[in-house]
């Protein structure tokens, strides 16, 4: 089973950092097209192949019916790899490409000091700036980031682990 475990959270953790590297090299950030859901969308789709993955060979290499422990435990540890690579990628871009990171500040202000002028009053709009930077620092911290990817893939696991199982309990 561990065996499975590395191969599917490897294989598809990888798919999954490439996407969100693809979106920082790319510079993907500063349009408003389809590559700004890029990275949401490799979390989601690829965390989703890799437990649908797992859990198949596992159905398959089994000789006694899977219980839903088993297959909840597998799809948590197949989840959670899929988010260390790619939270590895992520902090490979906080550390290394400082540039990247601040024209992706830039371009986020931008958007958010837009969106604050038109919604706010004059006198109101220095206080929300300034809340809105805070914001976007925290959301670029290592541990925000580490913690928003974890829950993420746990979740679409989660999600998925119980589709299958509830899917493959009515077939049999």
């Known amino acids: 089973m561990l065996k499975k475990i590395a191969i599917y959270g490897l294989a598809y953790g990888s798919a999954a950092t490439a ?9 993907l950030y500063l349009t408003t097209s389809f ?10 789709v690829f965390t989703g192949l890799a437990v649908w993955q ?3 060979h596992l159905k398959r290499d089994s000789e006694n019916p899977v219980n839903l422990g088993k297959a909840l435990f597998g799809s ?6 899929v988010a260390m690579c790619t939270i590895a990628g992520l902090q490979h871009v ?3 490409e400082p540039g990247k990171i601040k024209a992706y500040v ?8 837009a969106r604050i002028e038109k919604e ?26 580490s913690v928003s990817q974890i829950q993420m893939c746990l979740s679409t696991g989660v999600v998925i682990a119980l589709l299958v199982f509830v899917r493959g309990g009515r077939n049999s």
């Open 106 to 113: 830039a371009v986020a202000m931008k958007h958010q000091t």
């Open 19 to 27: 996407m969100h590297l693809t979106y920082w090299y790319r510079n």
């Open 120 to 145: 706010y009053k004059p006198e109101e709009q220095a206080a929300k700036i300034e809340e809105a930077k805070a914001y976007i620092s925290k959301q670029l911290d290592p541990i925000s980031i």
């Open 76 to 81: 948590l540890l197949t989840s959670l790899l």
């Open 94 to 96: 906080l550390k290394n």
């Open 54 to 56: 797992f859990l198949k």
């Open 35 to 44: 590559g700004a859901v890029l990275p949401l969308l490799g979390n989601v």
